[in-house]
């Protein structure tokens, strides 16, 4: 063989042992101080970082700087009247983003933040057209999750004022509840200056509660973790559970939301070969794949985005799914899955 003719061919050897992809975008695990001050001066000098929280992964941008968010709305192929949540260390950094903010809602605060609660309320200045989808509220959350407190704290030591953080999924498919989700997902869309940290995979699994704090009563635009039951026990109020009103921009009320590729048909028995997800005590059907056994509506919660994802993985056309009873967290899993299907 010749020289050139080697040359090449341990090229060609070397580029299918490299994964291209891999090298494009670093997944950081379990970052240390050191690496999350790096991430929050990225988030600072305008790239995203996606990190981990609670409910799910974030795809965080500087909620200041209209260049970053707008690669946010471009990485996710999200409509820009869809606004984003402004993501807080805490309660004491609320003032900034929002006026008027009802007493209700800081009891509301005081109780659930750091949490997975995300509040609505009148804007501050400081909150813009390019992350409110021109209304004039914002939502704002203070995350529990170490990994995403440590990196907003560096971030406002920074001098940041706040992190915009939607899933960092497409929009309208499933949200990420692992930091390979986002890689899989948006890492050919991201930067090689984009970052995404990982800190184990989400712990509740769904997204945060939405509730709107614009009226006398709370309005829950999105059901969570924190229950209406929750709501009212902590304001004294009836709360009022929002019906698919177009008027209000909320994921959360659009019909079709957080689907896999397959098609997910509810309540229905499954033929050979389809995904099947049911509760632990619901015995796999013959012939079907089984995704998932939770035992309880919390775990249901934390592993139902890897579920529909792992359908996807094994190409099933249809994903089957036993709705689970129960208030609470059941609803909140209830509505995700019924708009999965939708
Ligand atoms: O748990 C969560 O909330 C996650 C983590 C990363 O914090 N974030 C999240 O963001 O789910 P996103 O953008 O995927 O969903 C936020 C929802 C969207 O449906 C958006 O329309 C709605 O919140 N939203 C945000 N700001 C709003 C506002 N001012 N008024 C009404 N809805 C709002
Ligand atoms: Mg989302």
């Known amino acids: 063989m010749g020289t050139r003719r080697r040359r090449v061919s341990v090229i060609y050897f070397i580029s299918k042992l490299v994964k291209w992809d891999d090298l494009r975008m670093e997944i950081i695990s379990n970052p240390t101080q050191v690496e999350m001050k790096k991430a929050a001066q990225a988030l600072k000098d305008g790239h995203l970082v996606a990190f981990p ?88 959350r203070v995350p529990a999750h170490q990994a995403a407190q440590n990196l907003l704290k560096e971030f406002e030591n920074l001098g940041g004022l706040g992190v915009v953080a939607p899933s960092a999924n497409r929009f309208g498919k499933v949200s990420p509840t692992k930091s390979n989700h986002v890689k899989e997902e948006l890492g050919k869309a991201l930067m090689s200056s984009d970052l995404i940290l990982d800190g184990g995979p989400s712990q509740i699994g769904i997204e945060s509660t939405i509730v709107s704090c614009l009226d006398s009563k709370p309005l829950i635009l ?30 959360g009320l659009l019909s079709s939301h957080y689907s896999p590729k397959a098609k997910v048909i509810l309540d229905q028995i499954p033929h050979p070969g389809d995904g ?36 996807d993985d094994k190409n099933l056309a249809k994903i089957y799914v036993d709705l689970p009873v129960g208030t609470g967290l059941g609803e909140a899993i209830r509505d995700r899955l019924r708009k999965s299907a939708y």
């Open 53 to 140: 929280t609670e409910t799910v992964y974030g795809l965080g941008a500087d909620a200041t700087n209209q260049n970053a968010v707008s690669r946010v709305y471009s990485v996710k192929a999200r409509p820009t009247d869809h606004p984003l949540i402004v993501h807080i260390s805490s309660i004491n950094q609320l003032g900034k983003w929002a006026v008027d903010i009802p007493e209700y809602a800081v009891t509301l605060a005081e109780q659930f933040w750091p949490g997975p609660m995300t509040l609505i309320l009148k804007r501050s200045e400081i909150a813009k057209d390019f992350i409110t989808g021109d209304q004039e509220n914002v939502g704002v």
């Open 222 to 251: 999105r059901p969570g973790a924190i229950t209406t039951q929750m709501v009212e026990r902590a304001t004294g109020l009836h709360v009022i559970e929002a019906n698919l009103n177009k008027s209000i921009k909320a994921a």
């Open 276 to 311: 099947f997800l049911a509760m632990s005590n619901i015995p796999t059907p013959e012939g079907a794949i089984r995704l998932a056994s939770p035992e309880n509506l919390e775990q249901y919660a934390k592993e139902l985005y890897s579920a529909l994802r792992l359908g």
